[in-house]
């Protein structure tokens, strides 16, 4: 399984887990196998100042994760990412390793627009 969080920082599991997904500044990338972590890599994310619906899931499904975790997303990022069979995560806080911790554990399973983007009426705001 692959995952991979929002971060705020190039430090790894380290980085603070970015709150507004769209603008995360990277993306740490986990590999795990049978519940032990093998790998991580951290990713700029090219797409950070400014991204098209749909451009950061196809860059998210480009590097052949199956599960995102983040603070923050909107509406119609989430429906890209199940589109693309990857698992989406909202609600994650903390440092990437944290996040981990809790997506593995079970505390964060699932994902819902965020307040922001419910606010506005448009859903999409995060994506």
Do not use: Y
């Amino acid at each position: 399984m692959r995952i991979a969080v929002t971060a705020e920082s190039n430090d790894g599991l380290d980085s603070l887990v970015a709150q507004h997904f769209g603008h995360a500044a990277f993306f740490v990338l986990v590999d795990m196998d049978n519940g032990v972590m093998t790998a991580t890599e951290s990713l700029a994310n090219p797409f950070a100042e400014a991204h098209e619906p749909g451009q950061i899931p196809d860059f998210i499904k480009a590097q052949n994760a199956n599960v995102i975790l983040s603070g923050g997303m909107g509406g119609r990022a989430i429906g890209f990412f199940e589109q693309a069979g990857i698992q989406a995560a909202t609600g994650a806080r903390g440092t990437v390793r944290e996040a981990l911790e809790h997506f593995l554990g079970g505390q964060l399973t699932a994902a819902a627009p965020c307040a922001e983007s419910v606010e506005h009426g448009h859903k999409h705001s995060h994506d």
